[in-house]
């Protein structure tokens, strides 16, 4: 996470969006939620890889549904409310920025994620998986910091 914070904060510093280049307490904010995120995700798709081994475009599109229905909703519950609560917001300040940006993130993850997913889990050898999942998590990781600073610029 931090290193698509720091992507994020480049962009935010050329396009004069923030006047100083880099906020490291953002960004250690966002390794912190990263790193409590990384392990709960390892063992979810190995478990998932274990409920549903085959390969096949059925298989494929019950773990793309699992993805989006629960594992999707749920990281992004836990990201906003450990940003939040490390940023020190009461329970009450998360729960209402949640609202009001939780339809664009998820939007962006259904977006996103489907059909990154779909290579993953039906082209890619469990071998190629950990590379390719971490990529596209920090691709994905610029959006999602976007979505939870940019109200802070105005």
């Excluded at 274990?50 to 298989?59: C, D, H, M, V």
């Excluded at 609202?99 to 059909?115: R, S, V």
Aim: aromatic share 18%; with cysteine.
């Amino acid at each position: 996470m931090t290193i698509g914070d720091v992507v994020q904060q480049e962009f935010e510093y050329q396009t004069n969006v923030i006047h100083t280049r880099y906020d490291w307490d953002r960004a250690a904010r966002m390794f912190v939620v990263g790193t409590a995120m990384g392990p709960v995700h390892h063992y979810y798709y190995h478990y998932l890889d274990k409920l549903l081994p085959e390969i096949s475009l059925k298989t494929v599109g019950k773990k793309i549904l699992s993805d989006q229905l629960l594992a999707s909703p749920s990281t992004i519950l836990c990201f906003y409310y450990g940003m939040g609560f490390l940023e020190r917001k009461t329970f009450k300040e998360s729960t209402e920025e949640i609202k009001q940006k939780i339809k664009l993130t998820y939007m962006g993850d259904c977006l996103f994620w489907p059909p990154v997913q779909f290579l993953n889990f039906y082209y890619l050898p469990s071998h190629y998986r950990v590379f390719y999942i971490n990529f596209a998590t920090m691709i994905y990781n610029v959006f999602l910091s976007y979505m939870k600073h940019y109200d802070q610029h105005k």
